[in-house]
């Protein structure tokens, strides 16, 4: 499943995760949408890498063939994704948040189905906008 809308300007978020939790995958899609994000489901297979032109990184703890953690550790591991927010979601027990910290997430959303999720991330969008100096297209 591929989700895209907005227009190449529109920041990118890849998102990442199981079909059974469809539910809250699409509730984190449209959440990134109203967000201001161009969500896009994507899928990691083997030798796949991820894309350098997200603006944001969503990972499921149960990401497809994968799972958020190792995903999470490859962007971390990559020059060219290093610097892309990563955002963890799933169960939201103590030892996943833990985990997730360890592998480098910039946060972990434990309630993915949260009426506030589309407010988290565009915190994130501004916060990464503040950084790069870039406050009104890209974050």
Do not use: N
């Not at 529109?10 to 984190?28: K, M, R």
């Not at 959440?31 to 350098?52: K, N, W």
């Not at 189905?113 to 407010?119: E, F, G, R, S």
């Amino acid at each position: 499943m591929s989700v895209q809308e907005g227009t190449e300007d529109t920041p990118l978020a890849c998102i990442y995760g199981s079909e059974w939790f469809g539910d809250a995958l699409q509730h984190v899609v449209d959440a990134a949408r109203e967000a201001g994000y161009r969500p896009e489901v994507c899928e990691f297979g083997e030798g796949d890498t991820l894309p350098e032109d997200a603006s944001a990184f969503v990972f499921g703890e149960q990401a497809g063939e994968t799972t958020g953690l190792a995903l999470c550790r490859a962007a971390r591991g990559a020059k060219e994704t290093a610097d892309i927010p990563v955002i963890l979601y799933g169960s939201g027990d103590q030892r996943a948040i833990h985990e997730g910290w360890k592998a480098g997430a910039d946060a972990y959303l434990g309630d993915p189905w949260a009426p506030d999720v589309a407010v988290f991330l565009a915190r994130v969008r501004a916060a990464r906008a503040a950084k790069s100096g870039r406050w009104g297209t890209d974050a």
